[in-house]
Structure formats: C-alpha cells, structure tokens
C-alpha cells in the first residue's frame, strides 16, 4: 500500500509556517510499511483542495488530509472533499458536543452556527469525534476501495487523531489483507555530526555511499548550522543477497567520522554528554560561563534529563560588567586584550570552575554581530578546562546568523567536551 498525503494551508503555501504534520505522518506511516509515493500543499480554496484529492484517489491507495477542519470561513476540507467524491454535505448531530465544547462566552445563534460547521461532513463518510480539540475528522471509503483520512492541522490535534483513530484502523486494515508479512519494512539509521560540512562528509564516504547503493541501501546527508545528519535507509528487499546490511554502512562511516560524530537518530548533544560522563564510570561535575551564548549552553545542557547530577550551574557573562564583578575577570585584561581574546576566554573558564568547583567546565565568547565588521564576525573561542592542568582554547570562524552563530558555538564546544571527557 501507499499513500499520499494532502496539507491544507495558505500560510504553508506562502511559506509562513512549516509543514511539521507532512512529516510526522510519512514517518508513523513508514513505521506501518506504508510508503508515501506524493506530498501535497494545498492553499485554502475548495477547487484546489478537490482537484489534489482527485489525484490522491487516483495514484494511491491510502489519502492522508490535514487541515481545514476548524470553524472558520478558509476551513474548507469538508466542501472540497464532498466535490471531489461528488456528494453533498450532512450533519452529524453526533459531532454537535465537540463543535460546541469550547464556547466560553454567551452563546448566541451566530456563535453556535459556525462552530456547527464542523459538525458538517461529506455524506457517506465515517465520523471521527476528536479526543483534543473541536474540529471532528471523517473517513471516506470510496467507491474504488481507496481510503481518505481528514484530520485537524493543529499539530496535537492532528497528532492525537491519527495515533488513536487513523493507526489502529490501518493496523486492522493490513491484518485483514493478508499483506502483513509483504508489507515495506524500513531499516534506518541517523547519524549526527558537527563542526564539520555536508562536503567534507561526502568525500569522506563517497566510496562507501556508492557500495551502499549497489547493497540496496540508500545513505543521504542534510545539513543545518552546527548538525549534519548522515541517514542510512534500508526498505525490506532492497538488500542484495550476500551484500553488507545496514550495520556495516552505519559502523564503517561512524569511523570515519571520528569525533566530529557525537551520537544517533533523535538525541540531543547534551544526551551524548550525560553518556560520556557515564561512561567515565565517575561522578564529574561541570560548569559553563557564557558571554556571545547567553545561556543557550545551560539551556541545552538543561534539556537533557538527569543533567542536575553533572551540571552545577552557570554564569551568563554578557556584559563586562559581569566579567569582572562575577567571574572577576581583571579589567586591565579586558582593556589589553579585548573581550573576545583567547586570554580573557581562558580566565572566564578557570574563574567559573573554581567558583562551583568543577572536574570541568567551558567558556565561550565572540562576534555573532551583525554590527560587527566582515573581520570580526563569527569569530568566537572556547575554552575548556579539566582535572588537573588540563586546559585547551579553540578558536572558530564561525558563519551564519547570529542565531546560527550561537547554535554552532554551544554544538561546538559540547561535543569537544564530550570528547574531553571520553578521552581522559
């Protein structure tokens, strides 16, 4: 079976938000052997939305819409899937509890008619009441034995409808079908790196990209500022006989990697970092001191469960006032060597290991402009300190955005701290 999957959107379309719901549902379909053959955005006009129905049911078995289910005048769903089936609109009396639930003030005539607009769906088609959220979904079993889902845009409504309406009715559908055992099984692996390019990585596996292929395996590399996610992807039956599985592509390219690579599929470097102090098989405790950040390393640090067993605390050192009141840093250094100097880097990530006594801790401070001149910006250092005289100062030229800037910072200096710890 396959699947296409239809977002409704004007703002999608204009690009004002992104289209997360597209994602999350090829992906829980992947998980099901379901395989997303299209990828439909659609803006709110009811000759849109039908015409990208219709060749919906057309090419594929399965058709997944999400949005324009709400109550307002561009919620259009219901009417576009009714042309499309050739149908006419009818209300569901059972859907009138959820249409209303969210009245908070009088409820007058005019309020009440519109929010039972989403009590309205095509004719003939299966009513889905929502657990979250007002806007009721519907199925539509056609004629030609294909099968379309509406369900909500809002992502937890849109979320909570498919887990507990739409993945049992598809799990029952493949049991019955007999399929089950010849339904696509997707092997995958994510790897996660940092500090280094989307190039760099491609000319280090080139070899190894172009094996894959021949095993029937298809390796991918996408980048963002501070992550470059390498992706393994193995479907049931695409694996030659006798050649490498997706083990050796994952193990093989995690060496070559070396310590730009930091960890696997949905962690966090923060994730990475707690596994390396547990790995050290000893109680080390860190501690950060962040100027050109401004907390985003606490913060991140801090996302990760648990961390209040390593992470002491911070100190944001934004200004120099701070520097030299908190972290008494001598202004006379300041003045000599600049802010952002190795010198002054050095002395931030000492003064705040010995003010939360620390095994470590990281300083970061630089340019992430954009008033700073073309010489300056992104340029950032990174100090980190450890047990004993163990001291080491990066400096980076960073690019990007501020925000870009400061991401690729905090990437930075973690994953060399991770790699501090794993190799002391």
């Known amino acids: 079976m396959n699947c296409s999957i239809i977002s409704i959107g004007t703002e999608l379309n204009l690009g004002l938000i992104t289209n997360t719901n597209s994602q999350y549902i090829a992906q829980k379909l992947s ?25 919906g049911i057309r090419f594929s078995d399965i058709i997944i819409i999400s ?23 009818v209300r569901n009396e059972n859907l009138d509890p959820s249409s209303l639930k969210f009245i908070r003030t009088r409820r007058t005539p005019e309020i009440s008619d519109r929010l039972l607009r989403q009590s309205y769906i095509p004719e003939g088609s299966v009513p889905i009441i929502p657990l979250i959220g007002s806007a009721s979904g519907f199925r539509i079993d056609t004629a030609s034995g294909k099968y379309v889902f509406s ?16 993945i049992p009715f598809l799990n029952d559908l493949i049991e019955k079908s007999g399929n089950k055992s010849t339904m696509m099984k997707l092997k995958k692996a994510t790897l996660l790196t940092t500090d280094i390019s989307e190039t760099e990585i491609e000319e ?10 021949y095993s029937g395996i298809d390796i991918g590399i996408t980048a963002t500022p501070g992550l470059t996610k390498i992706i393994l992807v193995e479907k049931s039956g695409s694996k030659k006989k006798g050649r490498k599985g997706l083990n050796y592509f994952e ?55 648990g961390s209040s067993n390593f992470f002491l605390g911070g100190i ?27 010198e002054v880097c050095r002395e931030m990530a000492l ?11 990281i300083a970061v401070t630089g340019f992430a402009g954009p008033e700073h001149d073309k010489g300056e910006l992104g340029l950032v250092y990174c100090c980190i300190t450890g047990p004993g005289d163990h001291i080491k100062v990066f400096e980076k030229r960073f690019l990007g955005t501020r925000a870009e800037i400061k991401f690729r910072t905090v990437q930075f200096v973690l994953n060399e701290l991770r790699n501090a710890i794993l190799h002391k």
């Open 151 to 166: 369900i909500p845009g809002v992502p937890k409504e849109m979320k909570s409808m498919f887990e507990n309406d739409i």
């Open 67 to 89: 949005g324009g289910l709400g109550p307002t005048d561009d919620d259009l769903t219901r009417e576009a899937a009714a042309a499309a089936i050739g149908v006419s609109m």
């Open 316 to 342: 944001v050192s934004y200004s120099n006032f701070s520097k030299e009141k908190i972290l008494n840093i001598d202004k006379r250094l300041i003045d000599q060597k600049g802010v952002v100097s190795m």
């Open 204 to 213: 280090k596996i080139k070899d190894l990209v172009l094996d894959a292929k």
């Open 251 to 305: 193990k093989e390219i995690s060496g070559r990697m070396g310590n730009y690579l930091y960890g696997k599929n949905d962690n966090i470097i923060s994730d990475n970092l707690k596994t390396a102090i547990e790995k050290a098989g000893k109680n080390i405790t860190i501690s950060t001191a962040e100027s050109i950040t401004g907390g985003l390393i606490s913060s991140i640090i801090t996302d990760t469960p």
């Open 351 to 361: 003064n705040a290991k010995n003010i939360f006594n620390s095994d470590y801790s």
């Open 31 to 55: 998980e099901l052997g379901i395989e997303c053959n299209y990828m439909f955005t659609v803006s709110d006009r009811v000759d849109d939305i039908s015409n990208v129905l219709k060749l």
